[in-house]
Structure formats: structure tokens, C-alpha cells
């Protein structure tokens, strides 16, 4: 009989603002010579790096001894291998789980809260010292999971994009971008600061503020709702442009198509990611649509 090998526990989590300053400046000194000359303080930032490192503490030691273990960044998502049974822990801001949400095919996630002051928590709901009890209950498959949609972007080369908040399309200095856009059975040309699809865990965000400012008239998905939301940004009504079409929802089976008219800059991204992007030139054909993946986050 083969025996089956421990689980292995994915530990991921982003440099904080210290680590980044101090790889920049070189030394803490310099950091400090620098902020003090911004007029501001290198202190906060030093308690938060405690915070983030407390609850890295907490969370490697609640891993059992007898289980494999891993830690990467951020910025080695990309070129990390996961397992199918992996079990991840992201460590750090809710847009930690968005990042790591792409990389996943099936894995369960769950997202741990070092400063329950500084972050929200829609993705990141744990304390550190739940940990171990959420890792024995994915192991022994009694953990609650939420399985939240995502949405994917398809170009017509066949490049692919995934987002666990917001697709974004257009110009990539966000100057106005002019594409076609196709929803349903009507067409129009637009002339927009780019076009935002949301699934419902990126309604509590980006979407919800535009939303927000249109008066809140149109129905937001939850994030378990195999739908999507688009909004275009600033339509602008000038001759050859039209402004009918720029709002929606889009179901499960349903695709919002976008021709690309930029002959450079044209862009595609998700969840805020720039420098991880598909160009989007001038005829180039977009859909955009429910993600056949989707996240599995411990509830």
C-alpha cells in the first residue's frame, strides 16, 4: 500500500512597506534619513513589520510538525509550482488572496489578518491563532469552504487573463481608450477611461464606488453568484461615440466583447496588477465572461 504523503502547507505573504524601504535605501539609517526628510516617520512602519512578523511567528508554528511547508512572496507567485493539494495561507492584506486566487486550480485558501486595525478583512477574516484548528479541519475535509466566482479575459490569440476582483480594459495611462464594445445583441463605439468587470468579491470594491456614484441603480452580484458586473468609466458623449451601454450584468454563459481601436497602450489587467498585463492593440477581440476556475476560501 502507498502511503500518502503529508499535506504541504503554502505559506505566502508580500514584503512589507519596511522591507521595501530598507531594500531601496539600503540601510535602516538611510530609510530614516530619507523619511525624516518627507517629513515622516519610520517608526509606524517598523510597528507594523512587528505586527506582520508576530503573526508569521504564530502561524509557522501552528503548522504540525509532521506536514510539509513552504514560504514565497508575492512576486515568485508566477514562477511557483502549487500542488494539487496544497493548502495556502496568505498572510497580509485582502489583495494578497486576490493575487494568489489566479495562480490556483482547486486549492483551499485561507487568508490570515496580521492587523485586524489596518485591514478589512473580506478576505484576510482569520486571526493568526486560528490557524492550526483550520488547517486539521482542511485536512480532515470539515472546514466551511466559499467557492467565489472569477472572471476570466480572452483574447482571439488565445492569451488569458484571471481576476478574483475586477478585469480591467483600456488605455494603460488611462487616458481615454476607443474600442467596440458588443453586450447582448447591441453594439456601440465608446470613447471611455476603460471598462471595469467585477465579480461580486471585487463589488465591495472598485465597482462599488462607481456604482456608488451612479446612485446605486444597478444590482451587484455576492460573491458566490455565478455573475459579473461591467461599468465604463467616464463615457464620453462626443460625435461618433455613444454613451447607451455603460452598465451591466453578465450571467454564467453570457460574454462582454470589446474591439480593440488603440493603436498603442491598449491594456488589460486584473485586480490592479499593471505590470501583469495583456496588450491590447488596435483589432484585437476581447471576451470577457465567468471563469470555468474559482476560488476556494475557508470560510
Known amino acids: 500500500m502507498i502511503s500518502r504523503l503529508p499535506p504541504r502547507v503554502v505559506l505566502v ?16 539609517q538611510q ?45 515568485d507567485l508566477n514562477r511557483f509550482v502549487f500542488e494539487l493539494r496544497d493548502l495556502i495561507i496568505a498572510v497580509g492584506q485582502d489583495g ?5 486566487a489566479k495562480y490556483l486550480h482547486g ?14 478583512g473580506l478576505l484576510v477574516a482569520h486571526p493568526p491563532a486560528s490557524v492550526r484548528t483550520l488547517l486539521l479541519d482542511c485536512a480532515a475535509d470539515r472546514a ?11 483574447l ?27 453586450y ?38 455576492a460573491p458566490q453568484d455565478p455573475a459579473l458586473t461591467f461599468f465604463v468609466r467616464e463615457a464620453f458623449p462626443g460625435s461618433g461615440f455613444a454613451t447607451r451601454m455603460t452598465a451591466g450584468l453578465l450571467r454564467q ?4 466583447k470589446v474591439i480593440s481601436e488603440m493603436n498603442q497602450d491598449g491594456v488589460i489587467f486584473g485586480d490592479g496588477i499593471e505590470e501583469d498585463r495583456l496588450e491590447f492593440l488596435w483589432g484585437a477581440h476581447l471576451s470577457i465572461g465567468v471563469a470555468s476556475e474559482r476560488l476556494l476560501l475557508v470560510a
Do not use: C
Not at 52 to 61: P, S
Not at 96 to 100: D, R, S, Y
Not at 253 to 256: K, N, S
Open 107 to 120: 486549492q483551499r485558501v485561507i487568508g490570515v489578518n496580521p492587523d485586524a486595525l489596518a485591514y478589512e
Open 144 to 154: 466551511r469552504v466559499q467557492s467565489r466566482t472569477m472572471t476570466e479575459a480572452l
Open 13 to 28: 505573504r508580500r514584503l512589507s512597506e519596511y522591507e521595501q524601504l530598507i531594500a531601496q535605501h539600503g540601510t535602516a
Open 31 to 75: 530609510a530614516r534619513f530619507y523619511l525624516r526628510h518627507q517629513a515622516l516617520s519610520i517608526d509606524d512602519l517598523r510597528r507594523n513589520e512587528a505586527k506582520l512578523h508576530d503573526a508569521l511567528k504564530v502561524v509557522r508554528e501552528a503548522i504540525p510538525r509532521a506536514w510539509r511547508s513552504v514560504e514565497i512572496l508575492r512576486g
Open 253 to 256: 454563459g453570457d460574454r462582454l
Open 184 to 221: 447582448g445583441d447591441h453594439e456601440e463605439r465608446q470613447s471611455s477611461s476603460g471598462v471595469i468587470v467585477a465579480t461580486g468579491t471585487g463589488s465591495t470594491g472598485w465597482a462599488r464606488s462607481m456604482n456608488l456614484e451612479r446612485g446605486g441603480a444597478n444590482r451587484l452580484p
Open 156 to 182: 482571439d490569440d488565445g492569451q488569458r487573463l484571471l481576476a478574483l476582483n475586477e478585469i480591467f480594459v483600456g488605455h494603460r495611462s488611462h487616458q481615454s481608450a476607443r474600442y467596440r464594445v458588443v
Open 96 to 100: 494578497l488572496v486576490a493575487n494568489v
